[in-house]
Nanobody, 122 residues
């Protein structure tokens, strides 16, 4: 039974920070690429960041922003997403996913968590 459980979301003021965690179980975690997506109310789910199985490669939706950082700890079967300088438009449900790669393609991922809510107030 594969399970991905996100945590760390909450309410934060604009300019603040959060660190999201995704704990995985029931799979060979170190063999999977991991990704983070988000979905705001009334909008499509969008890619945020991805990381290769080894952690040696990362891919960001907008690398020039420098506000979000993905990392993983294979010993703990956990992937993280550090969110800094948050803006109201970052408000969304953030989802963790595992797949054969770490691309921005929704269809590339096999397993998904239930999401954690991030709300940024102005």
């Amino acid at each position: 039974q594969v399970q991905l459980v996100e945590s760390g979301g909450g309410l934060v003021q604009a300019g603040g920070s959060l660190r999201l965690s995704c704990a995985a179980s029931g799979l060979f975690f170190s063999r999977y690429g991991m990704g983070w997506f988000r979905q705001a109310p009334g909008k499509e789910r969008e890619f945020v960041a991805g990381m290769s199985a080894s952690g040696g490669w990362t891919y960001y939706a907008d690398s020039k922003k420098g506000r979000f950082t993905i990392s993983r700890d294979n010993a703990k079967n956990t992937v993280y997403l550090q969110l800094n300088s948050l803006k109201p438009e970052d408000t969304a449900v953030y989802y963790c996913a595992a797949g054969n790669g770490y691309s921005d393609s929704y269809s590339s991922y096999i397993y998904w968590g239930q999401g954690t809510q991030v709300t940024v107030s102005s």
